[in-house]
């Protein structure tokens, strides 16, 4: 791919994402006020063997899916490419990942992340939580004869 190329898919990308209508930092509240809500009391640790998946709420934020029905709310501290990493690691002893123990690793040339607290995440109530970020309220439109009379 050309450089010329390369600009012109950057620009395109940053366009379409501009095109949102609703602010990214609104969206990333709302997504940050969904996971607190389902979160449960701290722990000191959880087992993990693999990652499911995981999705970053900020650059101190992060939600782990151990499975697809267990989740977990990570608070690290600033953490420096979060946002922006397409990968994760988390380090783990004998497949416990620990409060003050245990990091995040977001890639080479970026230190790891100190995992300062756990929460285990209800998904059950944190599906009902965004549907009910989803809804909408509408109203039937007018016909255009009766919006012309009024």
């Known amino acids: ?9 950057v620009a395109l990308a940053a366009t379409l994402g501009a095109c949102s209508s609703v602010p990214y930092a609104q969206r990333m509240a709302q997504r940050q006020a969904a996971y ?3 979160a449960g009391a701290p722990v ?8 499911y998946s995981w999705e970053p709420l900020g650059d101190s934020q992060l939600a ?9 709310l990570l608070d690290v501290g600033p ?3 979060l946002e922006f990493a397409n990968a994760i690691g988390l380090t783990s002893f004998t497949g416990e990942v620990s409060v003050n123990f245990d ?12 995992i300062s607290r756990i929460r ?4 059950a109530k944190l599906k009902l939580e965004q549907q009910a970020q989803r809804k909408i309220e509408s ?3 007018q016909p255009a004869a009766d919006a012309a009379q009024k």
Not at 44 to 51: E, K, V
Not at 64 to 72: E, G, H, I, L
């Open 36 to 38: 607190a809500a389902a």
């Open 103 to 114: 990091k995040v690793l977001t890639g080479r040339g970026f230190p790891p992340c100190f």
């Open 79 to 81: 953490c420096p490419n």
């Open 139 to 141: 109203e039937p439109r």
């Open 120 to 123: 285990p995440v209800d998904v």
């Open 1 to 9: 791919m050309s450089r010329k190329a390369s600009w012109m898919a």
């Open 44 to 51: 000191r640790s959880f087992h993990y063997f693999d990652l």
């Open 64 to 72: 782990v899916y151990a499975q697809p029905n267990r989740a977990w």
